[in-house]
């Protein structure tokens, strides 16, 4: 997760759109546009924030964690914590937590409530799921739980946000 300028941002939502539509439509060469598109995101996105970007591994420690945060990508709707994470990645919770922070900038737990919150909000955009089915598909056990975090993080509820 990067901040973006205003006039990044505003590129970036034009790439996306610009994307959606290529694809949407099926324009003669609409892959080569893709690609295209991605490129220009991709360095937008590098020269807003050098520092936040992905880099190679050159280290163990972040391919580890490459790894968590891939296990995160496809197991977020289950119940994951740190320890679970650290087992399965077989290294211990206290180093994963300190690599997580260290190579990512935020905790595995504030990591985690993102990644689930950006999968809700794809949900309540695609879908018509109810909030509860939103709530259970992203991961929280509580449709309530789910709710307050949401408000929290996007100042407003999923059903406002969903409306718009």
Partial sequence: MVELSEAAFSRAVSLCGQ???ELREGRPLWDEQEAACTMELMTLV??????SYWKPFDTRARELIYKAQRYVADHYAENIGLESLAAALYVSKYYLSHLFRQETGYSYREYLLQYRLSAARQLLLETRLSMS???AACGWEKSGQFTRAFRKYEGCTPREYQMR
């Fill in 19 to 21: 994307m959606v539509e």
């Fill in 46 to 51: 590098y020269r807003e924030s050098p520092d």
């Fill in 133 to 135: 089915e939103v709530a």
